[in-house]
């Protein structure tokens, strides 16, 4: 199957600082990514979806501006956690869709984040 | 009412059992089927790929799509303690880029 890769797989971060997560295609190109934040035991929860060139869109409820995202270029979408607090603690995921005759979405292997 | 309903379990089996994981919905949109599975700490990752009613199969692995009722199934055979995980059904329709996720079913394969 296609691969995305996620960096960093964990992090810890003081509060009130800011954390930078990578999002990357490495054998196709993706004008489409999505960040998922996923909670203990609990399903993905649809944060935005990354459009290279253009603004992301945001699920209701996610604030645009603490969790920016940047889809600069047709591999790579960051999503960036902003005066990170406590609460941010969470599992990241991203996913990269695959278009063509089929439609598909591969998943990074997602990002810990920790705030203290 | 969700669109994607996933029972969550969690699903317990002795090793060698066949196990049946199973998502219904009410969008009569949805085109695409998929079947991921998730270990603890770890992205989802696909398994199965399905756009026609039916059965596909891969391995150990058939996923059935049922249209008319809006069921879909994820058969495993000779369960191994390595299928262990969390096991997602997701859908989307002809165009569209969002994946509807159910809400994921936690198995375990009990040596």
């Known amino acids: 199957g296609a691969v995305v890769s996620q960096h960093p797989s964990r992090v810890i971060c003081k509060s009130g600082t800011s954390v930078k997560i990578e999002c990357r295609s490495l054998?196709?190109?993706?004008?489409?990514m999505f960040w998922y934040r996923q909670f203990p035991k609990k399903s993905l929860m649809l944060m935005a979806t990354?459009?290279?060139?253009?603004?992301?869109?945001?699920e209701q409820g996610v604030e645009k501006d603490k969790f920016l995202i940047n889809h600069a270029s047709l591999t790579l979408s960051t999503l960036t956690v902003t005066s990170a607090h406590p609460e941010d603690s969470s599992f990241y995921i991203c996913?990269?869709?695959?278009?063509?005759?089929?439609?598909?979405?591969?998943f990074g292997q997602g990002t810990r984040l920790t705030v203290v | 009412q969700k669109e994607v309903e996933q029972d969550p379990g969690p699903l317990s089996v002795p090793e060698g059992a066949i196990v049946s994981l199973n998502c219904t919905y009410s969008n009569s949109a949805f085109q695409y089927f998929m079947w991921y599975r998730q270990y603890s700490r770890k992205g989802p990752e696909l398994l199965m790929y399905?756009?026609?009613?039916g059965n596909k199969e891969d391995g150990r692995f058939t996923a059935q799509v049922d249209k008319s009722s809006k069921y879909i199934s994820l058969f495993i055979r000779d369960s191994q303690p390595s299928d262990s995980a969390t096991y997602l059904c997701?859908?989307?329709?002809?165009?569209?880029?969002?994946?509807?996720f159910g809400q994921g079913t936690r198995l375990t394969i009990n040596p």
């Open positions: 997701a859908m989307t329709s002809q165009g569209a880029q969002k994946l509807v």
């Open positions: 990354s459009n290279e060139g253009s603004k992301a869109t945001y």
């Open positions: 996913s990269a869709l695959r278009t063509g005759r089929n439609t598909e979405a591969f």
């Open positions: 399905t756009y026609s009613s």
């Open positions: 054998d196709f190109q993706a004008t489409t």
